[in-house]
């Protein structure tokens, strides 16, 4: 006669449990990433107002459609001033941003984790007047209105000066004031007569002042005078350590594109940035966006040479532009 198998109460909570037990874990197995998926990251992506932000339109606007750039969920923030954008950049809160190239030399100098991976635009600063001039060395004696002395306006006309023979104080007069506006303003009232601009002010000037003309194109004239392809890098675009190699090469690519789109759809991008809050461009035009420089080229050998050219007079006429000294390679995330 078979007999009955009684289990009783307190096996039959541990049987359970075991049971759960392996559900559980069986279920975790499955939830598990496939081998190999990055994770998805979010991180603050900022750039300055004005032509820069233009160039970075069609990224931030696809950024907002919800857009991951490679494994990143970016927000996005235009920074109205130099100062607001150097404050996030030395809090180390963007994972990416566009800054002119001196104070990504800044922040790397201070340890801050950045690295420049492409550029964002090269120079972009002219002379006008209403006369014929034909080289630099035919400003002897006259007074250059301008902006920016110790900065890379002020910097970049005395060494070019400078390389045209002309010592500036001496030669020529760099009449210096306050901002770029005041500079714009002081021409377009007849006071200044020869004036250092840049776009897209220059393209407010040329349509408001008849007779206006561009007498030298200063980044055309650096790279005469310093035997360089591109001329001196303005802008560039900046990511933090912590971001992936495929991130930062996504970012890059992405960046590029949105810089390109402004050339070939330039009315529809303009308006697009307008409505994105970016100021200052209401009076460019093609002709201003070409003079703007724009790029976006991720870094070769030789733009890495043009980085390194510029980065050396800097150290040498304003060394505190760039936190003391020339970066040494180590700034330079090159894929």
Known sequence: MARTLRVSKAVKIMLMLLILGFALGAFAACAKEPEGTATTTEGLFVVPDGITALGASKLLANIKAGEKVGNVVYTTEIAATTDVL?????????????????????????????????????GSFYIVSKEDIGNLADLEGRTIYSH?????????????????????????????IGAASEVVSTF??????????????????????????????????????????????????????????????????????????????FAVIKTQAADQGVTGIDALTEDGLTRSNLSGAALNDDLIQAFKDFYEILALKAPNTIGGSAPNEGIFRQF
């Open 148 to 176: 920016g002395k110790g900065l890379t306006p002020g910097i970049v006309l005395e060494e070019l000066l400078a390389g045209a023979g002309l010592t500036p104080g001496t030669d020529v007069t760099i009449e210096y």
């Open 86 to 122: 150097s404050a996030r950049i030395l809090a180390k809160e963007p994972l990416a941003a566009i800054v002119p190239s001196n104070l990504a030399a800044t922040a790397y100098t201070k340890g801050l984790g950045y690295k420049i991976a492409a550029v964002g635009s090269f």
């Open 188 to 265: 377009v009232s007849g006071k200044a007569e020869i004036a250092l601009v840049a776009e897209p002010a220059l393209s407010n000037i040329l349509a408001k002042v008849p007779g206006v003309k561009i007498n030298f194109d200063l980044n055309k004239v650096w790279q005469e005078q310093n035997n360089s392809q591109y001329g001196y890098p303005q802008s560039v675009l900046i990511v933090r350590d912590d971001l992936s190699d495929a991130d930062a090469q996504a970012l890059v690519g992405a960046y590029a594109a949105s810089q390109a789109a402004v050339g070939t759809d």
